[in-house]
């Protein structure tokens, strides 16, 4: 099993892009969440989605929207991109809520000059 | 304001030696508490978790926690690390005040065990 699937790994934008951050799990899981890791910060919530159909702001939703296309995949986008944006982007899964996520993708890596 | 305190940001071990990591919360009321691990090259995963009974928590590989609500802590320990146990450690939390589903993280404690 492939577990939690990010694409793309690496991506440079630059100041006012817009892109689209892929998660896909193949686990049947519920819950699926979306985390940005700065440096010195730790992992912080942006949003979340308990089931299909729903999503939730977490900590720092600002300057993102996410889509709950279906139950496997739950995309994270950026319409007009920042240089505060610069980070490392994790989609998580859960199979059910409770906020603890059991899986992690391999993290996204975008830089935005 | 509500925060999750890791405040060794790095360990350096020799192999046998005890770890304990420290990890202290601010948020009130019920939490519930939990320990990811990231080795080099890997996915964060979790190590163990705590949400209500005894305060030792067993997890995986030989780490255990224990929730002192007094302190308002979740001190991670192993009583002989490994080269393999070389990896980043995140203490996190959830508070039913804040909403369960919202996973507040320390920012890591980096430990490197020499053989």
């Known amino acids: 099993n492939a577990g939690v699937t990010q694409t793309p790994k690496f991506q440079v934008l630059k100041t006012g892009q817009s892109m689209t951050l892929q998660c896909a799990q193949d686990?049947?899981?519920?819950?699926m969440y979306w985390y940005r890791q700065d440096p010195g910060m730790g992992l912080r919530l942006i949003y979340y989605?308990?089931?299909?159909?729903?999503?939730d702001k977490g900590e720092v939703p600002n300057g993102y929207n996410v889509s709950r296309l279906n139950k496997r995949e739950f995309s994270l986008r950026l319409e007009s991109a920042a240089p505060s944006q610069t980070s490392v982007y994790f989609c998580a899964s859960s199979a059910g809520g409770g906020g603890q996520p059991q899986h992690f993708g391999d993290g996204t890596r975008l830089s935005i000059l | 304001a509500q925060s999750v305190s890791q405040h060794n940001h790095h360990v350096i071990l020799s192999e046998a030696a005890s770890l304990e990591l420290g990890c202290n919360y601010s948020y009130g009321g019920t939490v519930n508490l939990f320990w990811y691990v990231q080795y080099p090259g890997q996915h964060l995963q979790l190590l163990l978790k705590y949400f209500s009974g005894d305060p030792l928590v067993k997890g995986i590989k030989g780490f255990e926690a224990e929730f002192i609500k007094s302190k308002f802590s979740f001190n991670l320990r192993k009583p002989s690390v490994q080269w393999s146990d070389t990896a980043e450690y995140f203490c996190a939390v959830t508070s039913l005040l804040t909403g369960a589903n919202n996973l507040f993280f320390g920012t890591g404690t980096r430990l490197t065990v020499i053989p």
């Open positions: 686990m049947n899981h519920n819950s």
């Open positions: 989605s308990a089931s299909e159909g729903t999503t």
